[in-house]
């Protein structure tokens, strides 16, 4: 049997390293040299060499080789090449079936999402002119006062105001009255007692109920004698000196009684004589004239002669209220008499007397204090059904410039009446508590209010009337917060601290910057005219001759 045969392989030693010294035969692969930043392609690529794709010529060339194509792998090319055995269309989903539909929609969005780019691009401009004009002020301010301490700047405050009578070295403070301590007081008072009716009233107009700002009436100025007649000169008052010892007119007892609401300055003379008190206005002073704007956050600051001046807009709005109460009237027709005349008509009065009539009331406050004024009434009306009087006081409400108050009541008035009011009482709280105390007192039944703006903000002198409003003072009072037991505990405790004092001439007056009212000592002389001086001497001069003539 013969054996195999077997052969040993060559074997290469190296001495210089590991592994064979050269390749062996069968054993060599070709090997392209590549770089460690190069991306590796194909291994192998058994694609028709005469076939190459432009695309990616360069992608995988190597920076040592380039144009050597054996390793390259493109892994789009076999996804380009790949195609399904079911060539049949698909179905399409339903939200492709209204495709058109939804395009439309989508182009109504595109154009909304253009438009509100469009605004807010010019409302980003506006902005930016804002913001460059409050840069440009900041600067300002900055290089004003660089280099100064935080306290140095000056606090902006509004102008003092000046208080509405001049206060003299000699006079002494007795008393002094914070508003903070009289919103928690409180009295109750009886219904008021009517002593005597003077004067005559005419009929109200209703069809100014109808006047609307598209058809609005021109305010006419009204040629009537009104009187403003102060407490101790009132004839009437002094014969009824027997029915109390405190004695003043509704004007007076409203502003003692919302004087919390108050912001400028007022006085109110007070004079003891004996066991009893009389309260009276001070001759040839404003007290008569209606503020304007007075609780607002901004008041009136115009000085000089302007017509948006305090002062000038005071009597503008009471020139108003003049003429509008007499206006709404009907002319011609029969006056409701009360049960004596007007005691204020004189032979000198020049013109007609205006509608007015007078109605002295008698309160008892308790512990021997009866107070007795003389109220108001403006006008009459008549219901329908059953043609009984009711008793008006007219008031009006005026507008002088549009842009300071944010209301303007030509475009608000006949659709937002609310927010025309709302605005009034924020602007006027004080003179709008001082009207409805003043209709309370004297037993109104109607509160009316006439809104009566300026033709031309730049005009004072033409008005028109853009609309009426009623109330029943009752509800009105609660609508505005007026609680007439706080109302009548407030003037009690000015009463209380007068009556305390001996008797002289004292003067109330309401501190022009600060919520405090204070009472001076002065002298008996005080505020007396020499016309007061004459009388008196003549009326001494008088009494003289009488008892020459009794002795005789």
Not at 289 to 306: I, N
Not at 356 to 372: C, F, P
Not at 414 to 439: F, H, I
Not at 528 to 547: F, L, N, Q, Y
Request: with cysteine; net charge negative; aromatic share 10%.
């Amino acid at each position: 049997m013969a054996t195999s045969s077997f052969k040993l392989p060559a074997i290469q030693s190296n001495d210089k390293g590991w592994g064979p010294c050269e390749p062996a035969e069968g054993f060599k692969v070709p090997y392209q040299q590549y770089s460690k930043a190069d991306k590796l392609g194909k291994a192998a690529n058994w694609t028709d060499s005469a076939y190459q794709d432009r695309r990616y010529m360069n992608r995988y060339n190597s920076q040592f080789a380039s144009g050597a194509t054996l390793f390259q792998y493109i892994h789009e090319e076999d996804e380009s090449s790949f195609q399904l055995v079911d060539t049949t269309r698909p179905q399409r989903p339903g939200y492709l079936r209204n495709r058109t539909r939804f395009q439309r929609n989508n182009n109504a969005r595109r154009d909304r999402e253009r438009r509100e780019e469009r605004k807010m691009e010019t409302l980003s401009k506006v902005q930016k002119g804002r913001d460059r004009d409050r840069l440009r002020l900041q600067r300002k301010w900055q290089k004003q006062w660089y280099g100064r301490r935080w306290n140095d700047q000056p606090k902006t405050q509004l102008k003092p105001r000046q208080a509405s009578v001049e206060i003299h070295p000699e006079w002494r403070c007795v008393h002094e009255i914070e508003f903070a301590q009289l919103s928690k007081l409180h009295f109750e008072v009886e219904p008021a007692e009517d002593l005597k009716t003077c004067g005559s009233l005419e009929y109200y107009d209703k069809s100014y109920d109808r006047v609307t700002t598209k058809h609005q009436r021109p305010l006419a100025g009204v040629t009537r004698v009104f009187h403003k007649v102060t407490s101790t000169d009132d004839p009437v008052i002094r014969k009824l000196s027997s029915e109390g010892n405190v004695f003043a007119t509704d004007a007076i007892l409203a502003c003692l009684m919302s004087c919390s609401r108050s912001v400028y300055s007022w006085d109110i003379i007070a004079q003891r004589v004996g066991n009893k008190l009389f309260l009276d206005k001070r001759d040839n002073s404003q007290f008569d004239l209606l503020s304007v704007s007075e609780t607002a956050t901004e008041p009136p600051q115009d000085e000089g002669a302007s017509i948006n001046a305090p002062a000038n807009l005071a009597l503008e709005a009471t020139f108003i209220n003049q003429n509008f109460s007499q206006q709404v009237l009907k002319r011609g027709s029969e006056r409701h008499q009360f049960a004596e005349s007007n005691p204020f008509v004189t032979e000198d009065d020049e013109g007609e007397v205006a509608s007015v009539g007078y109605r002295y009331r008698k309160w008892n406050l308790g512990e021997d204090i009866t107070l007795v004024a003389r109220c108001e009434h403006d006008a009459v009306s008549t219901t329908k059904p059953g043609g009984e009087l009711q008793y008006m006081s007219i008031k009006t409400l005026n507008e002088w410039d549009p842009k300071v108050a944010g209301v303007d009541w030509r475009q608000k008035l006949d659709n937002q009446r609310g927010a025309v009011l709302a605005t009034e009482l924020k602007n006027n709280s004080c003179k709008l508590a001082k009207w409805t105390l003043s209709a309370l007192l004297a037993g109104s039944d109607i509160i009316k209010f006439g809104y009566v703006s300026r033709v031309s903000p730049r005009d004072s002198s033409k008005h028109a009337i853009l609309g009426t409003q009623q109330f029943n003072p009752n509800e009105f009072a609660a609508q505005i917060t007026l609680d007439m037991s706080n109302c009548w505990g407030v003037l009690r405790v000015i009463i209380d601290a007068l009556m305390g004092m001996q008797s002289g001439k004292y003067l109330i007056v309401k501190d022009p910057n600060k919520p405090v009212m204070r009472i001076y000592s002065i002298p008996q002389n005080t505020f007396e005219s020499d016309d007061d001086d004459e009388e008196e001497d003549s009326e001494e001069e008088d009494d003289d001759e009488e008892e020459k003539e009794e002795e005789a």
